[in-house]
């Protein structure tokens, strides 16, 4: 027998199916969580004005192409790519939120609405890249943007709501950290990256080879790499900010003083440069204290030239997005317990006529918004108690032959153990005037 049932285990994880490598199922245990996190993001997003857009799962691979450059990673490398039957168009699974989100504003005419226009997306992304705890695959991205404005004050609100969102779910205001830098415009982009080439040129036997080609084609990506001779070489390297025209010094002044005037704690990462090669002048990422140093949690900036990259409108914009698995992984990390919701009765049945009147009671308890558990499959009372003791419920209803007979119920009270008779009529009044006495 017990043979058997070692046999039956093992062909369970042997399972012929088995998720694909750096994808991940959300099971039930694992799922308060993430309502936990939406939840608290919606409530929050909404009361700033944002409206929640989804987009498909699938785009056209150009758009990510002309958002983000050929030679990022993530479109040289990450794209998951597929041709469609009928003309061959070629499709990617969105590595990421932005581009689709301002395909979107382009697409339907949000430019003529009044600007900015904020929207917030919660869903699936896939990057084809090496699994570990923290990066996998497929992974869900919770992000917001704010199109059609410049102000600087817009970037200190979009940090802001981050760090809210933050400390909205669970997270202590000493535990958030910010890291910030500014990119500057494409000016002074251009004329930093004159400068980078030039300190890196007699360094390049030591780079890692990754770096050696990203000089030749996309240098800032340079100030990206984890390898931990090309970081030493890092630190040396000259930073975008001393490389800032007046507007974009200003522009980033003015984002430090408001968040001075929030009393956010930032800190100023003099190489952060983000992924993703649309950014313009802000940049920030989000982590949490000993949570590891090179998985951000979040992170965001302004992208002023995306829009004109992939279509003729030209409007500033910028945004923000957290990894959700990243997330959940920090507040596990730091044990924060999520609210869960417990059921409070339970109810249990003895006979095929119970079950009937069980069936009929469920749906007057789900009229009336009282939450109630069964195992209605189940046909012992010791066995249906056992339920009830495992799932904590302070009541349970107890319906069997004699009770249906005479039109009545039992209620137990589970943690004294007392037992009333009542009518199965209007049961439901004093049920809600039982747990309302009890919530209070
Ligand atoms: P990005 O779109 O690269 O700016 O990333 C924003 C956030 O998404 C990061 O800070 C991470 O929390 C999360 N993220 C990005 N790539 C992955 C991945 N491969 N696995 C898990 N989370 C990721």
């Known amino acids: 027998m017990s043979q058997k049932k070692t046999n039956q285990k093992t062909s369970l994880v042997k399972s012929r199916f ?71 168009e070629i499709l990617a699974l969105r590595p990421e939120g932005t581009l689709p989100i301002a395909r979107v504003y382009c697409q339907y005419g ?11 997306y919660f869903g699936p992304f896939f990057r084809h890249e ?70 890196y040129r007699p360094k390049l036997k030591k780079v890692c080879s990754n770096c050696r080609e990203r000089y030749q084609k996309n240098p800032l990506r340079m100030l990206d790499c984890k390898d931990e001779k090309c970081l030493k070489i890092k630190k040396e390297a000259p930073s975008p900010l001393d490389f800032l025209c007046s507007d974009c010094k200003n522009h980033f002044q003015m984002v430090l003083d408001y968040l001075d005037s929030l009393k956010i704690d930032y800190y100023l990462d003099k190489n952060l440069v983000r992924g993703l090669d649309y950014y313009t002048r802000t940049v920030f990422e989000f982590n949490i204290k000993n949570h590891d140093s090179k998985m951000a949690i979040g992170g965001g900036g302004r992208y002023d030239g995306l829009l004109k990259s992939i279509s003729r409108i030209d409007k500033p914009a910028l945004g923000m997005a957290f990894g959700v698995e990243r997330v959940i992984e920090a507040l596990k990390e730091r044990k924060i317990s999520i609210p869960k919701k ?78 009333e008779n009542l009518p199965i009529e209007g049961i439901e009044e004093f049920l809600k005037r039982r747990l309302k006495i009890n919530n209070q």
């Open 342 to 419: 417990e059921p409070e009765i339970f109810l249990i049945q003895i006979g095929q006529p119970a079950k009937k009147e069980a069936l009929r009671l469920i749906e007057v308890l789900r009229k009336n918004n009282i939450e109630v558990r069964e195992n209605l499959a189940k046909e012992n009372v010791k066995n249906q108690l056992e339920i009830a003791n495992r799932l904590g419920v302070k009541y349970c209803l107890i319906l069997g032959q004699e009770e249906i007979n005479e039109g009545m119920v039992i209620f137990k009270d589970m943690t004294s153990g007392i037992q």
């Open 130 to 199: 090496k699994p570990q705890l923290g990066r996998y695959r497929e992974f869900y991205q919770l992000g917001w943007e704010i199109i059609g404005e410049n102000s600087p004050v817009l970037d200190a609100q979009i940090i802001n709501i981050g760090y809210n969102f933050l400390e909205e779910i669970g997270f202590k205001n000493k535990e958030i950290l910010i890291y910030l830098n500014s990119l500057g415009c494409e000016k002074c982009q251009n004329n930093y990256l004159t400068a980078l080439k030039k300190y």
């Open 18 to 88: 088995q998720i694909p490598r750096g994808m991940k199922d959300i099971l039930p245990e694992e799922m308060p969580y993430w309502q936990w996190v939406f939840e608290k993001a919606k409530n929050l997003l909404e009361y700033y004005g944002f409206s929640r857009v989804e987009t498909p799962i699938l785009e056209k691979a150009d758009l990510f192409y002309k958002g983000t450059g050929k030679q990022s990673d993530l479109v040289k490398k990450e794209m998951y790519l597929l041709k469609t039957k009928e003309s061959g």
């Open 110 to 120: 949000l430019f003529n609405k009044p600007q900015p226009v904020k929207l917030y």
